[in-house]
């Protein structure tokens, strides 16, 4: 394995801490080996190399790719910039899993927005609560109003949609789907209230006389306990009269969608931007996993799956994400956790059980599928101590790769190691919490993982030229 070694300053001072582990940082010079930038037990990735040959030669067909991963993935930096570089070079096929992640009262990505007109009851996978209906996105969102609407729109014409689908707990019909509606106006009639203002001197029974009503039905429109009134407040006076009331309301018009393996699909004549999804007349309450927007091209379909502060085993709690994955029909699944587990403190040998069973199950659903690992990327403990949970779980990732049958993308070494942090800290590329990375940092990351890939993807090609 070739090396490149860069110069850091950093020294060590150990203090006498609970964790042995935690090592404060000063300026000492010290030489640390940076990996090459590469995709590591090759072997596991021709399966995947082959099928993008196929699809840029003959340019037909689509590869779906889902990148699975916690807050590091969730705001969809690191990944938009690898769905915009893929698909430039092997085609745009579509944006892929989209989650509303406004309506669950969280960050999301910037390219697809959701707006409703009801409140929604939401839930991520991080949560002890099994009984939800987490699924594929991490997350559920469920209502029991019957007269919602989610309007989805999509900003960026690129990701202009010609098919959807729409994935729902046990892929009951829930939702309609429509383009347009009607504005109706409604009219009806209302009890007119007339305003008075209360004289020095009067008292409700004067007041109630000058307009011919009840003392009681006054009491009730204002909400008086007793019968005290100040001079200059106001009184509403409920009277006989009744005064017209108009209103508009929307009547959207549904369209046909059709039931299929784990979704239900809507298929438009021309790329669309926006679209309403509105509840199915037979359904009494809703849940929404997951909606995935597509083209007519051919092209690579990157999809994201990130939920803020989550773990491997916070996926392999709920089946429901595991049986909607197959939805997807995965040709790459991305792994991008760990940070989470390292600040819980959990041991390497516990870490790496679940990331196998997360592994695992994916496979039972997806057997063709090409697992990918990134290792996780160095962090600090309180913006002071390095995370050698995390360095830890890179060398096991690594170690156990070609036993599981496994990629890794050694992220952990291309950014710094264990004394990265400071430096990347200084260029703007780590956050000041020191944990989560600034968007030039995630974009970053985007770009030597597109590097490692296309230079795995070009060695490929030259062996199987020769």
Known sequence: MRFFWGVFLVTFRLFAQTDSLFVAIDTVEVEIPVTANQLHNLDAMQPLF?????????????????????????ADFFTGYMRKNLQTQFGNGGRGLVFPYSLAKTNGVGDVRFTSNQSWESQRNISPDTVKPVGISGFSLETKADDFVIELNVKNPEYHFSQLKIITPQNKKMFDVALSYNTIVVESEKPKTTIHTIKSGESLSVIADKYNVSITSIKSANGLKGTTIQAGKKLKIPTNQKEKLAFQRKEFIPLVTEKETGFYR????????????????????????GIVLENNSSGIVYHTVGVNGAKCSDYSK????????????????????GTNESFDKMVTPDFMQQLLLMKNQILIQNPNAVILVTTPPPSQFKRRYPNTFVAD??????????????????????????????????????????????????????????????????????????
């Not at 809507?266 to 929404?288: C, H, M, R, T």
């Not at 429901?320 to 040709?331: G, H, K, N, R, S």
């Open 50 to 74: 082959q099928k993008l040959q196929t699809l840029q030669k003959n340019k037909s067909g689509k590869i779906n790719i889902v990148h699975i991963g916690d807050s590091h993935i969730q």
């Open 318 to 337: 709920y089946p429901l994400f595991y049986e909607q994955l197959y939805v997807l029909q995965p040709d790459l699944v991305i792994i991008s956790l």
């Open 266 to 289: 809507f298929q438009a004549d021309s790329l669309l931007s926006n679209i309403y999804l509105i509840p199915a007349l037979e359904a009494k309450q809703f849940a929404l996993n």
């Open 393 to 466: 779980y890179t060398r096991e990732i690594l170690a156990q790769a070609t036993t599981e049958n496994y990629v890794v993308w050694d992220l952990y070494s291309q950014l710094g190691g264990l004394f990265g942090v400071s430096k990347n800290l200084k260029e703007g590329i780590i956050g000041g919490d020191r944990v989560h990375y600034t968007k030039k940092g995630y974009e970053y990351k985007g770009q030597l993982f597109f590097e490692a890939f296309m230079n795995a993807f070009q060695k490929f090609n030259t062996v199987i030229d020769k």
